[in-house]
Nanobody, 121 residues
């Protein structure tokens, strides 16, 4: 099973930007859909963005126009470019992958430790 490691989080002020990376231990070319999720304290994990093998992307409404998901199969890495960050974006961010339905249902493979994003006002 491919292991995923998230990185790139940090502390920024509102309006700032961060680029998260999700590095896989093996090839992601055969993984149909990759997704980025986040979980804020005392809240359920939510799907933020996904990208299919064909490059189709979907975003949750709260990040549309601000976040961009991309995948580089040659580097076995998925990225999440986050611009115009808001305090409500503060959360631990995770990535995962699998079939389209498994990603939507957050039922992909094993979860990594995530990367913390903190946005101050």
């Amino acid at each position: 099973q491919v292991q995923l490691v998230e990185s790139g989080g940090g502390s920024v002020q509102a309006g700032g930007s961060l680029r998260l990376s999700c590095a896989a231990s093996g090839s992601i070319a055969s993984i149909n859909t990759m997704g980025w999720y986040r979980q804020a304290p005392d809240k359920q994990r939510e799907l933020v963005a996904l990208i299919t093998s064909g490059g189709r992307t979907t975003y949750t409404d709260s990040v549309k126009g601000r976040f961009t998901i991309s995948r580089d199969n040659a580097k076995n890495t998925v990225y999440l470019q986050m611009n115009s960050l808001k305090p409500e974006d503060t959360a631990v961010y995770y990535c995962n992958g699998g079939s389209f339905l498994s990603v939507v249902r957050a039922q992909g493979g094993s979860w990594g430790q995530g990367t913390q994003v903190t946005v101050s006002s």
